[in-house]
C-alpha cells in the first residue's frame, strides 16, 4: 500500500533513517519473490515493514542470510513473522505501543460518549424528540461508573491510564495480569464473568486467539445490566454477532463497534441500523496525520537495535499466541 507507507515514512522520517542506515530500494510490500526482491533481500540487515508485508518465510529469510532485525512499522506482526524469525535469532520489534495510543484515545472518548448515551440521544434528537430527563438515572456518565477493561494489552494499558483522568472505577480481566501489576495499574482484576456482571461500560483489549474467540457471547452478554455498553476495539470475532444482534436489539445493552464479525458488515445489517449501536469503519488506529507515528518509532527502534540498547517494541516468540 504505497499510499499508506509515504504517511508512515515521509519525507524527513527518512531522512532520520537515513543518517543511521544505508537504505536499499524499497521491497514490493506484496511480493518477496519479485527478483528486484531477492536482490534487495541479500543485502538487507534490518528489514523494516508495514502493512501488507507478505509472510517472512523460511524461503524468505534463505534470501536474507544477514538479516538481523525485523522492524514492524505497524501495530499486530503475527501474521508475517512465524517462529522460523526466532529460531534463527532474528530480534524482532513492532510500533504496536505507537498504534495503541489513537486506539485508546478512540477508546476513551467512546466510554465517555455512550456512557452519556451520546449516539441513541443524537439519533432522538434528530427525530424531533426535544426532551430528555438528566435526572441521575435517565442520564449516566462515566463519572461514578464502572468500566471493566477487558485486557491489559498496551492498548488496554493506555486506556487505564487515560481513565484515571475520569472519577470511574476500573475491573480488568487478563489471565497474564500479575496481582502486583493491578496494584500498580490501580484496578481491581476480576474474572470476566464478575466484570461482565459489575460494569457499566465494559471495553475489549484482548488479542483474537482459538481461545478469545466469541469470548463476550449470549452468556456473558446476559450477565450484563440493562444499560450496559460494550466496545470493542480489538477484533470483531471475540464478540458473538449474532448474541449481540439480540441484545441490541433488545434495548438491554448499548454497542460502539470499530470492528465487527463479518468485517465490513453488510449493507442493510441489523447492527447498522440499530438506534443504539454505532459502527465506525475500523478507524481507531493509527489514521492520516497519526501514521507518522509508526514511521517514527520504527526508526526510533533502528536506532535503538544499532546502538545496542533494548528495543522498546520488542516481540518474543512467546507472545505471539497472547497478542493481536
Same mark, same amino acid.
Given at each position: 500500500?504505497? *499510499?499508506?507507507? @509515504?504517511?508512515?515514512?515521509?519525507?524527513?522520517?527518512?531522512?532520520?533513517?537515513?543518517?543511521?542506515?544505508?537504505?536499499?530500494?524499497?521491497?514490493?510490500?506484496?511480493?518477496?519473490?519479485?527478483?528486484?526482491?531477492?536482490?534487495?533481500?541479500?543485502?538487507?540487515?534490518?528489514?523494516?515493514?508495514?502493512?501488507?508485508?507478505?509472510? /517472512?518465510?523460511?524461503?524468505?529469510?534463505?534470501?536474507?542470510?544477514?538479516?538481523?532485525?525485523?522492524?514492524?512499522?505497524?501495530? #499486530? /506482526?503475527?501474521?508475517?513473522?512465524?517462529? @522460523?524469525?526466532? /529460531? &534463527?535469532? %532474528?530480534?524482532?520489534? #513492532?510500533? =504496536?505501543?505507537?498504534? =495503541?495510543?489513537?486506539? =485508546?484515545?478512540?477508546?476513551?472518548?467512546?466510554?465517555?460518549?455512550? =456512557?452519556?448515551?451520546?449516539? !441513541?440521544?443524537?439519533?432522538?434528537?434528530a427525530r424531533g424528540e426535544r426532551t430528555h430527563d438528566y435526572s441521575a438515572e435517565k442520564a449516566p456518565s462515566l463519572?461514578?461508573?464502572?468500566?471493566?477493561?477487558?485486557?491489559? #494489552?498496551?492498548?488496554? &494499558?493506555?486506556? %487505564?491510564?487515560?481513565?484515571?483522568?475520569?472519577?470511574?472505577?476500573?475491573?480488568?480481566?487478563?489471565?497474564?495480569l500479575s496481582?502486583?501489576?493491578?496494584? *500498580?495499574?490501580?484496578? @481491581? !482484576?476480576?474474572?470476566?464473568? @464478575?466484570?461482565?456482571?459489575r460494569s457499566d461500560v465494559i471495553t475489549v483489549h484482548a488479542p483474537e486467539t482459538p481461545e478469545t474467540r466469541h469470548m463476550i457471547d449470549d452468556r456473558r452478554m446476559s450477565l450484563m445490566a440493562d444499560g450496559a455498553v460494550l466496545i470493542n476495539t480489538a477484533r470483531g470475532s471475540l464478540v458473538d454477532t449474532e448474541a449481540l444482534i439480540r441484545h441490541c436489539g433488545a434495548g438491554r445493552i448499548d454497542a460502539v463497534l470499530d470492528v465487527t464479525d463479518p468485517e465490513p458488515l453488510p449493507s442493510g445489517h441489523p447492527l447498522l441500523t440499530l438506534p443504539n449501536v454505532l459502527v465506525t469503519p475500523h478507524l481507531a488506529g493509527a489514521h492520516g496525520r497519526e501514521v507518522r507515528r509508526l514511521g517514527e518509532y520504527a526508526v526510533a527502534e533502528v536506532e535503538r537495535f544499532l546502538g545496542g540498547l533494548p528495543l522498546r517494541g520488542l516481540v518474543t516468540a512467546d507472545q505471539l499466541t497472547r497478542i493481536a
Open positions: 500500500m504505497p *499510499e499508506v507507507t @509515504e504517511g508512515v515514512f515521509p519525507a524527513d522520517v527518512i531522512a532520520r533513517l537515513e543518517r543511521s542506515v544505508t537504505l536499499v530500494d524499497r521491497v514490493p510490500l506484496d511480493d518477496f519473490d519479485d527478483p528486484r526482491a531477492k536482490q534487495t533481500l541479500a543485502e538487507t540487515e534490518i528489514l523494516v515493514t508495514a502493512w501488507g508485508c507478505p509472510p /517472512i518465510d523460511a524461503a524468505v529469510l534463505d534470501a536474507a542470510p544477514r538479516l538481523r532485525a525485523v522492524v514492524h512499522a505497524a501495530g #499486530s /506482526i503475527k501474521r508475517h513473522v512465524g517462529d @522460523e524469525v526466532f /529460531i &534463527r535469532g %532474528i530480534a524482532v520489534s #513492532s510500533a =504496536a505501543e505507537a498504534n =495503541a495510543r489513537p486506539v =485508546a484515545e478512540y477508546t476513551v472518548a467512546m466510554c465517555v460518549l455512550a =456512557a452519556k448515551r451520546a449516539f !441513541s440521544l443524537a439519533r432522538s434528537y463519572d461514578g461508573a464502572t468500566t471493566g477493561v477487558i485486557g491489559a #494489552s498496551r492498548t488496554g &494499558r493506555q486506556v %487505564i491510564g487515560m481513565l484515571a483522568a475520569h472519577r470511574t472505577r476500573v475491573l480488568v480481566h487478563d489471565p497474564f496481582a502486583d501489576d493491578a496494584r *500498580e495499574l490501580g484496578v @481491581e !482484576s476480576v474474572g470476566l464473568d @464478575e466484570l461482565c456482571r
